[in-house]
């Protein structure tokens, strides 16, 4: 069974900050797959990014880039030049390749990080 | 863009009653989740399908059950309701193009209140 920990609860910074935010995981698995999702106050649960364990280039979207370190089982999320938008729930998630496709073993949920940005 | 519809954003039932919560996503996936949240628990599987007719337990199936009998639905049921299933309820669909482990997609939730 897998394990994700998400290790701050809360996080609070000033608009146009940098802020990271910390994700570990525990697996025996070799092709797995990473994700950040984002949960506004709206509740729709939003993807941010993707990180495929076989790749070493670390993904990035726009403001969102994470840092992937697969020996030390560790996948933080770093958001540039945060907005008033980015006060949200943010879940790191972890699902396991599945040789079917299309993720039908399901995801694996951290805690959560609640991260509110501060005009 | 892929829409995931929860039928009811807020329900409120009573304890012993059976309870159905609807989910249709419009997107042809194969894959279809339900997961529960809870404060400071994050998110928790309780069951997936990844095909008509077939379901396969996640980690907290205990005291629910689901149906999916056509692709684009996928059902949850609250055998007999209980005061510990008052929780969010979010349903999640994925794709199985390319073999390449697709994102899931999520619906707004039922926050379901058992009273």
């Known amino acids: 069974a897998q394990t994700v920990t998400q290790s701050q609860p809360e996080m609070s910074v000033q608009e146009a900050e940098t802020v990271t935010l910390s994700c570990t995981y525990d697996?025996?698995?070799?092709?797995?797959?990473l994700f950040w999702y984002k949960q506004p106050p709206s509740r729709q649960m939003i993807l941010v990014i993707r990180?495929?364990?076989?790749?070493?280039q670390n993904a990035t979207e726009n403001r969102f880039s994470v840092n992937f370190q697969k020996a030390a089982k560790s996948f933080s999320l770093k958001i540039s030049d945060s907005q008033l938008g980015d006060t949200a729930m943010y879940f790191c998630?972890?699902?396991?390749?599945?040789?079917?496709?299309?993720?039908?073993?399901?995801?694996?949920f951290g805690k959560g990080t609640h991260l509110i940005i501060q005009p | 863009d892929v829409k995931v519809t929860q039928s009811s954003r807020y329900l409120v039932k009573r304890t012993g009653e059976k309870v159905f919560l609807e989910c249709v996503q419009d997107?042809?996936?194969?894959?279809m989740f339900w997961y529960r949240q809870d404060p400071g628990l994050g998110l928790r599987l309780i069951y997936f399908?990844?095909?008509?007719?077939?379901?396969e337990k996640g980690d907290i199936p205990e005291g629910y059950s689901v149906s999916r009998e056509k692709k684009e639905r996928f059902s949850l049921i609250l055998e007999s309701a209980s005061t510990n299933q008052t929780s969010m309820y979010l349903c999640?669909?994925?794709?199985?193009?390319?073999?390449?482990?697709?994102?899931?997609?999520f619906g707004d939730g039922t926050r379901l209140s058992i009273l």
């Open positions: 999640a669909s994925s794709s199985d193009i390319g073999y390449s482990n697709q994102p899931q997609h």
């Open positions: 697996t025996s698995e070799n092709n797995y797959y």
């Open positions: 399908s990844y095909d008509v007719k077939m379901k």
């Open positions: 997107m042809d996936h194969e894959n």
């Open positions: 990180q495929e364990a076989y790749k070493q």
């Open positions: 998630a972890f699902m396991k390749h599945s040789i079917t496709g299309g993720g039908a073993d399901g995801l694996t």
